[in-house]
């Protein structure tokens, strides 16, 4: 899945990704970075990563490095 980032905040660990298929919101839990090589994200950052359902909520993990030509 490829997606975009809204929002992230550094301090709480916690952000927003739109998914480019649906453009729907896909969240990043605190940890969601970890084993990643993603320190930080800034808004608009192209990503890559792999969806995970918990409590109806779809959430971001395993993130990489996007590419704008797909």
Known sequence: ???????????TGIGVLVRDDDRSEVYLRRGSLEGSMFRFLRQG????????EDDGRAYASNLRFGSDGY
Request: proline share 5%.
């Open 1 to 11: 899945m490829q997606g975009v980032v809204k929002v992230y905040d550094p301090a």
């Open 45 to 52: 950052q192209r990503v890559i990563f792999d969806l995970t």
